[in-house]
């Protein structure tokens, strides 16, 4: 607003119709924030009106400023800034044209304040040029604007100097502003750089396009995101892990304007996450997924396989005497073969597909993409022919199996757990079934698995409550007088009734069982061995059953002695029946704790022979004295040529090596007259008698020790004299 005091002079002599228009504008210029004056252009600037805004103002009221009454205007004026001040007026009145200037006042308290001067010099009533115009205090706006100013340079100075890049994008994908640290984090030379090379931030930027939509989408749903973490493009086509934070900005409408925010490089936390994610998912040796990543996979592949419609194979590998090799050769050896195997298996299978490594010698593959059973079985026989290739150890050439166990998405389960139980519960099947081939999972398996559970736990409650009783099977010379006893253990349940030693023994060798059921079994046999030959005349051997898992101890030896003292039983009554499991294991100390036997005074008796590998060398190099012919070879010995001639071999290879051959598994007059025959020495089986509680035992032996034979059919062999 622009007050002319010269009007206000004049409208104060005009008529009464006029006058109050006079006063309206003598009211409103006394009542506004600020000074109207008209003054002089002179080196004072001498007042000849001032309004009484004056006195709020510079603390002095009218009648002190006009004519330079008290002071002059030119006094008041800040002494720093009268040049400035009297150089624009004067330019302004030499051009006619209107001025505004700030600059300071000094009031009359000695207080500094601030003014904005506009004005315009006229010629007044009398034609001399005066100036009018206006000053009004703006000390507050100029210390606020000046606070402003502050702030913005501090906050400039924090978005030019923040080591995390700080960003504004239009919803549509283009930089407002980037800082230099966003700059250098994306690889360009500047802010400007960055934003002209930068337009389309979704298809330019992440790496994953999807990712742009995710951020607007959270954007839109929650306002911001937080730790919004992406792989990024930098300007030279290399990648890194960035994450941001940041919030959209919304005008008074709560319509979206743009989005701003700070950016992270986060490439080296997520290299050492993944290096931490890789070695907490990897088998170390082998470089395989390990059992957290194959849990994953088998969820991943479930889930894939039902979509496709496909079948999902959880295949269960182990391999078959690994334990021997590692403990024989050492595990320098051990890791060896275990890495080879790994190498074989990944070429066995697709890239999609899985082999992981679950510890020791446990591998597990997974197949997807197999519509039929006919090519899973196809791909496990490659799988065994790869494993069963020989491998050179520590400069020796090798042969390993597998036996691997198979169950199938959908058929077999349909979560990860129930899919890798059943592939093992099959897998101990195609261990049992003789090794070296593959078992698919069935129902039947898993009711066998689930009662293998129990009977673990029955059979340790067995062994604290001596539910265990031993049975005696004689064994018979070729006039079936009786020469000795197989001690066989027994258990009958309470509750499952009797349960045979083929189905206790393997649980009670896994778990360790074995030791404390091997002691009792001892216990009873040397004690019943005893009696029995204090009141007979001639000497009755006894012998019991050592598994093998008991020569993985290093007493054993000790051990059996000190049952042998406890019984008074000397030990040359006593058989060890061995099976050929033993030795195959590290041969050296095999051949020590065999050693150790012999001394102590025991038979050693090979159990089970002509079943699995029968290597002959295995009889010249270990001490044995007795050779048992396998039930196996001596069933069916009677009509089939085969095995009868295994069964011819084996005697007298065992007589040519001066062992005592006994066969096992006798059960009618035709076996036993071809085996006496060809000159075995022993004999035992249902033929003769089946395993005899031992208050029977003992009845029998009184009775004279014979066993003997029933009218006899004629079997076309001759007896021998
Ligand atoms: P094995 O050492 O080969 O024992 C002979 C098995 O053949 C016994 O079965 C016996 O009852 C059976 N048998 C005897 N004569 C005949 C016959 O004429 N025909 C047929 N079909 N079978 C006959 P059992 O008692 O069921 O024992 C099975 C296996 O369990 C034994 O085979 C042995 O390996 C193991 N075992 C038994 N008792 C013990 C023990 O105290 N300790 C250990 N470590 N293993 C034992
Ligand atoms: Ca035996
Ligand atoms: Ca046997």
């Not at 700059?183 to 930068?198: D, E, K, N, V, W």
């Not at 320098?332 to 899985?354: F, M, P, Q, Y």
């Not at 040359?572 to 065999?594: H, K, Y």
Request: with cysteine; glycine share 8%.
């Amino acid at each position: 607003m622009s007050v002319h005091p010269a009007r206000i002079r004049r409208t104060s002599l005009l008529s009464t119709g006029e006058l109050d228009r006079a006063r309206v504008l003598d009211t409103l210029v006394n009542n506004l924030d600020g000074m109207a004056y008209r003054c002089l252009h002179d080196a004072s600037w001498r007042m000849i009106f001032v309004s009484q805004g004056c006195l709020a103002l510079t603390g002095y009221g009218p009648v002190e400023l006009v004519q330079n009454a008290t002071i002059s205007w030119e006094d008041i004026t800040h002494p720093l800034d009268r040049p400035r001040v009297r150089g624009q007026i004067d330019a302004a009145v030499r051009s006619g044209q209107r001025f505004t200037v700030d600059y300071r006042i000094t009031t009359q308290a000695g207080q500094i304040k601030w003014v904005h001067e506009r004005g315009i010099a006229v010629p007044d009533e009398q034609g001399e040029l005066v100036i009018e115009g206006f000053i009004e205090d703006v000390t507050a706006q100029r210390e606020m604007a000046q606070a402003q100013k502050e702030a913005e340079l501090r906050y400039r100075s924090i978005f030019e100097h923040a080591s995390e890049g700080i960003f504004q994008t239009s919803i549509d994908g283009r930089y407002l502003a980037a800082n230099p640290a966003l700059a250098r984090l994306y690889g360009y030379a500047s802010p400007a750089a960055l934003m002209a090379g930068l337009d389309d931030i979704g298809t330019q930027l992440y790496v994953r396009s999807s990712q742009r939509e995710r951020f607007r989408q959270l954007m839109a749903q929650q306002g911001e995101v937080l730790n919004f973490e992406s792989e990024v493009y930098r300007q030279d086509g290399t990648r890194i892990w960035i994450s941001e934070n940041a919030h959209a900005v919304r005008d008074s409408e709560g319509q979206t304007l743009y989005y701003e925010g700070t950016v992270q490089d986060i490439s080296e936390r997520k290299r050492h996450q993944e290096e931490l994610e890789r070695q907490a998912n990897h088998d170390m040796l082998t470089g395989l997924p390990n059992r957290i990543l194959l849990d994953d996979r088998v969820e991943q592949g479930i889930a894939r396989a039902s979509r496709l419609g496909y079948y999902l194979t959880v295949v269960f590998i182990d391999l078959d005497n690994f334990k021997f090799i590692n403990d024989s050769l050492g595990h320098g050896a051990g890791d060896e073969l275990l890495k080879e195997i790994a190498n074989r298996l990944r070429h066995c299978v697709r890239t999609s597909d899985t082999v992981a490594r679950l510890g020791g010698d446990e591998f597990v593959l997974l197949l997807g993409d197999h519509f039929r059973a006919s090519t899973v079985i196809s791909q496990l026989r490659r799988v065994l022919a790869e494993i069963g290739r020989p491998v050179m150890l520590s400069g020796r050439e090798f042969h390993v199996g597998a036996s691997l166990g198979v169950a199938m998405y959908p058929a077999d389960g349909e979560d990860p757990a129930s899919l890798l139980k059943h592939a093992d519960t099959a897998m101990y099947a195609a261990k049992n079934r003789g090794r070296n081939n593959f078992q698919f999972f069935t129902s039947e398996l898993n009711r066998v698995a689930d009662e293998r559970l129990n009977l673990e736990a029955a059979l340790r409650q067995a062994i604290e409550r001596d539910e265990f009783e031993v049975h005696y099977q004689p064994k018979v010379d070729h006039r079936r007088r009786i020469v000795g006893v197989e001690a066989l253990a027994r258990w009958t349940h309470p509750e499952y009734g009797p349960i045979s030693p083929d189905r206790f023994i393997p649980i009670a060798e896994e778990t360790g069982l074995i030791v404390p059921l091997t002691t009792i079994i001892l216990r009873r046999a040397f004690a019943a061995a005893r009696d029995w030959n204090r009141r007979l005349p001639t000497p009755l051997h006894v012998a019991v059953n050592l598994s093998p898992r008991l020569f993985l101890s290093g007493d054993i030896v000790a051990h059996v002695a000190s049952l042998l003292e406890e019984a008074q039983l000397p030990s040359s009554l006593v058989e060890l029946e061995i099976t050929e499991t033993v030795f195959m294991g590290d041969s050296d100390s095999v051949v020590a704790t065999l050693g150790d036997f012999k001394a102590l005074g025991v038979q050693l008796a090979m159990d089970d022979f002509g079943t699995g590998y029968s290597a002959l060398s295995y009889l010249r190099r270990f001490p044995l004295d007795i050779i048992k012919i396998d039930r196996s070879l001596v069933t069916g010995i009677e009509h089939e040529e085969e095995v009868a001639m295994i069964a011819r071999a084996v005697i007298s290879l065992g007589q040519s090596l001066r062992k005592t051959v006994v066969a096992e598994g006798v059960e009618n007059q035709a076996q036993f007259d071809f085996l006496r025959y060809q000159g075995c020495h022993e004999f035992q089986g249902y033929l003769l008698s089946r395993p005899l509680p031992q208050a029977e035992m003992t009845r029998l032996l009184q009775a004279g020790g014979v066993l003997a034979a029933p009218a006899r059919p004629a079997s076309g062999f001759a007896p021998l004299a």
